[in-house]
């Protein structure tokens, strides 16, 4: 019968969709463990040295500041907009897309451009919104040395006026269930106060200035290899997550689906004997 070809046709596509996802979950599952033990070693150190910046920062006089710590009024902003280069992760990259464009939204009156890393961000905002550079390849080699490549070019544009602000919007990673959107200021530097530190107590070597202006750029570097390793994490937990309910779907599917495949079979046998049984008792008579 066509309707039983049909249906095992349709149960060998459903099980064979179920092998993909199950595969895809077992290489994201160990990409993951590999991803979040960089993130979880290296949140402590990036942590520590944004607040011995900031720190440090609020403890200077105001007559020497540093580029990346001044303070304009916010004309011009830059926005690091971090997603994938692949799909098939849940509502990994569309949650970034909607902060994005909320954040546009919600700043009518302030010129912001992008900087889209991750090819599936690009291809959406790029057709709504001036995106000034795409760095998609970043992924494929995702070290320390090609980050700082990426933000040294922030840091001249932030440095040369070109923009008031920078800020960079990512998923943060928290369990191989949950991401977190994140926002957070990478330019300009904003110190903390001092009331409760006696900084001053202190004896650099060498001066102050020179530490902060050494220091300074490695932060801003680190912090962006941060928001980084955090997206990368974030994404292969939630596509891991994604292919996980995927493979359990596909197995509902075709176990319903071979359900209904053995009912019309019966069916199709009961209604053969009826005809045979039929057609004897029509010769007995």
């Known amino acids: 019968m066509a309707n039983l070809k049909e249906i095992r046709n349709r149960i060998a596509s ?13 290489v994201s599952a160990a990409k993951l463990k590999k991803a979040q033990d960089a993130i979880t070693a290296m949140r402590p150190y990036s942590d520590k040295l944004t607040e011995l910046i900031q720190n440090l920062s609020g403890a200077m006089d105001g007559d020497t500041p540093n580029p990346y710590t001044q303070v304009r009024s916010v004309e011009k902003v830059l926005l690091v907009v971090v ?45 709504s919104y001036a995106v000034k550079e795409n760095n998609n390849a970043i992924f494929d080699d995702l070290t320390f040395a090609n980050t700082s490549k990426i933000a040294e070019n922030i840091m001249a544009a932030f440095e040369a006026k070109g923009y008031d602000k920078v800020e960079v919007i990512y998923n943060r990673f928290k369990n191989a269930a949950t991401q977190i959107v994140t926002t957070e200021t990478l330019l ?12 001053s107590d202190y004896i650099f070597e060498p001066t102050q200035e020179e530490i902060i202006n050494e220091l300074l750029p490695k932060s801003i570097k680190m912090q962006l290899f941060k928001a980084l390793r955090d997206s990368f994490a974030s994404e ?12 359990d779907n596909a197995t509902e599917l075709r176990d319903q ?26 010769l007995n008579n």
């Open 14 to 26: 459903v099980s064979s969709t179920m092998q993909i996802t199950s595969a895809m979950k077992m």
């Open 83 to 127: 997603t994938s280069n692949r799909g098939l992760c849940g509502g990994f990259n569309s949650s970034i897309i909607k902060a994005a464009t909320q954040y546009i939204a919600s700043h009518p009156n302030q010129q912001v451009d992008l900087i889209t890393l991750g090819k599936k961000g690009d291809d959406i905002l790029s057709k």
């Open 188 to 199: 300009p530097i904003v110190s903390e106060s001092s009331d409760d530190q006696n900084v």
């Open 236 to 247: 292969h937990g939630a596509r891991m997550t994604a292919m996980h309910k995927a493979t």
């Open 257 to 282: 689906l071979k359900l209904t495949y053995n009912k019309a079979r019966q069916a199709a046998i009961t209604n053969e004997i009826l005809e045979i049984v039929g057609g004897a008792e029509a």
